[in-house]
C-alpha cells in the first residue's frame, strides 16, 4: 500500500467520494447534509488522490461519525479505520466525551473492531437495515 496521508478538507473536497461510494444514483450536490458547513471533515490520500473521507458533526458533548466512505478498490486495508481513530483522537483532545454512527448492518463488525458497542435493536433508514454503534472517548 502506497504511504497514506489523513488530514482535514473542506467538505467539498469530500462531496465526490461521499457520492460515488454511497450514494451512486444520486447527483453530487444532493450528498451534502445538514451541517455540513460546520462539520469536521477528514479525507484519507494516496499520492494526492482522495481514497477515504469521514465527517464528525458535534453536539454538545457527543459527536456523530456519517458519510465514512472508502474507495472500492481500497476497501479493506485499514482506511476507514484510520480515519475513525483519527477523527475520535481530534474529538477526544477537544472535549468529546462519545462518538456514535447508525452503522449500516453490514458494517457492524467494523465498528466493533474499532471498540464501538452495538445496540442489538435495528431500524431502518432507506430501505436498509441499520444499528446504532457507541464509542466511549472517556
Request: glycine share 10%; with cysteine.
Amino acid at each position: 500500500m502506497m504511504s497514506l496521508h489523513i488530514k482535514p478538507v473542506p467538505v467539498d473536497e469530500v462531496l465526490e467520494l461521499r457520492q460515488r461510494v454511497l450514494w451512486p444514483e444520486k447527483s453530487l450536490e444532493s450528498v451534502r447534509v445538514n451541517g455540513d458547513a460546520a462539520a469536521y471533515h477528514l479525507a484519507a490520500f494516496q499520492d494526492q488522490i482522495v481514497v477515504g473521507v469521514g465527517s464528525f458533526y458535534t453536539d454538545g458533548a457527543g459527536a456523530r461519525l456519517r458519510k465514512l466512505a472508502v474507495e472500492p478498490s481500497c476497501q479493506g486495508k485499514g482506511i476507514g479505520g484510520q480515519l475513525v481513530q483519527t477523527g475520535a483522537a481530534h474529538l477526544r483532545e477537544n472535549g468529546i466525551e462519545v462518538l456514535w454512527c447508525d452503522a449500516r448492518q453490514t458494517a457492524l463488525a467494523f465498528y466493533r473492531g474499532l471498540g464501538f458497542t452495538i445496540d442489538p435493536e435495528a431500524f431502518t433508514k432507506s430501505g436498509l437495515p441499520y444499528h446504532r454503534a457507541t464509542l466511549s472517548l472517556t
